[in-house]
């Protein structure tokens, strides 16, 4: 366990310590830095921790106080504040981690496989819509950053895009007995 603080510690360390170099970018900030502080806050959370208490069971409540969290970062004038505000970006380095990779990891852990489901194909779509704004919009839509950038941006979603649900589809193509089939050919062959 005290790996996984000291590994969530190093992250927001290095976050806060390279922010100006991160934030230069919209790429980088808001495709590297958030994710990282997301990742940081879900590392404090130990393995297999399943809340018992009743307000949590099936991980409704914390997953809505995740995803409103992550809704409101998604807002391209909450980007801005945290660029012109250090009290904005203060809450940032504390929100990102404590209020969505938290409960995030927590209620995660104790959802429906329906509900992960619904929430991953909500992900992708809403970073669709993202990357659709960020690549159409005739106008700078984040004012700290140059419609060049917002444009990188929008095709940086598209990759996420891409490469998530690769890694989301991949395990259903996967055998599901492919080992443990191998592994009793194996053993019931006499030597």
Request: hydrophobic share 55%; charged share 10%; proline share 6%.
């Amino acid at each position: 366990m005290m790996w996984r603080v000291t590994i969530a510690a190093l992250i927001v360390f290095a976050c806060i310590a390279f922010r100006h170099v991160l934030e230069r970018d919209p790429v980088t900030h808001i495709l590297v830095q958030l994710p990282l502080l997301i990742l940081s806050g879900a590392l404090l959370v130990p393995p297999n921790t399943v809340l018992a208490y009743s307000w949590s069971k099936g991980g409704y409540a914390l997953l809505i106080i995740a995803v409103t969290g992550i809704a409101f970062w998604m807002l391209p004038r909450s980007i801005d504040s945290a660029l012109s505000s250090d009290l904005v970006e203060v809450a940032k380095f504390v929100s990102l981690p404590l209020f969505i990779g938290v409960p995030l990891k927590l209620g995660w852990a104790s959802a429906h496989p329906i509900l992960r489901g619904f929430l991953k194909a909500e992900a992708l779509s809403m970073l669709g819509v993202m990357a659709f704004l960020y690549t159409h919009a005739p106008v700078r839509i984040c004012n700290s950053y140059l419609v060049s950038d917002q444009e990188r941006l929008g095709y940086g979603f598209l990759i996420v895009i891409f490469f998530v649900s690769l890694l989301w589809v991949t395990p259903l193509f996967a055998p599901r007995n492919a080992f443990r089939n191998s592994s009793a050919r194996t053993s019931s062959v006499p030597a």
